[in-house]
């Protein structure tokens, strides 16, 4: 039986269009999020910190000038340090420490730039939910055995309907645009329907 659990509302607003004199590399909107691109996140050090998840691309999100996606988790590595914080296949990576990400490539850059034990907040749709189940929990980055594995994997085609199409075009998935009430996908954060709390880990079978 799950306990009562101390829970903290995040007041979270709608997006809003990049304002003149910030790049757009790091487009701020009032949720608090900023947006990694991909080259940029290509330049971080790596230091080797890993999750052990295999993802792929799932929903993709445009506000204003920014557009990024949500990184749907395929598998998750049992023991590792993504199965320990509790995700679950099929849950949908909103953002990891305020950031979110063109793609997967960024998402696993991001995660390899920090060193192992490294504490993360990540912001997610658990497996089967809607925006109005969506959650924040701390996870400790693990790291891998050789200091040179993968962050992230990502999925096969056959595991992952929404892999990258040959040639390397990410599969757009599902669009929705987010507009000043933020009704489509995240029109709950107004009402501070996310929930931060310690996800209980997921048991083998």
Do not use: H
């Amino acid at each position: 039986m799950i306990g009562k659990r101390t829970v903290t509302a995040l007041v979270l607003a709608s997006f809003v269009g990049l304002q003149p004199g910030i790049a757009p590399a790091w487009a701020d909107n009032q949720m608090g999020y900023r947006f990694l691109s991909a080259s940029d996140a290509d330049r971080l050090p790596k230091a080797g910190g890993t999750l052990g998840l295999n993802v792929g691309p799932g929903s993709e999100i445009t506000s204003g000038g920014m557009t990024f996606r949500l990184l749907r988790v395929n598998t998750v590595k049992a023991g590792a340090a993504g199965a320990q914080a509790g995700f679950r296949k099929g849950d949908q990576i909103i953002s990891v420490d305020g950031r979110v990400f063109p793609g997967v490539p960024a998402f696993a850059d991001y995660v390899g730039s920090l060193a192992p034990g490294r504490q993360i907040n990540v912001d997610f749709m658990p497996a089967g939910g809607g925006p109005q189940d969506a959650q924040r929990l701390t996870a400790t980055l693990g790291g891998g055995s050789t200091g040179s594995a993968p962050a992230v994997a990502t999925a096969p085609p056959e595991a992952a309907p929404d892999a990258p199409a040959a040639g390397g075009t990410l599969s757009t998935g599902t669009k929705v645009a987010i507009g000043a009430a933020a009704v489509a996908l995240f029109g709950c954060y107004k009402l501070g329907c996310f929930n931060r709390f310690k996800r209980q880990p997921a048991v083998a079978r």
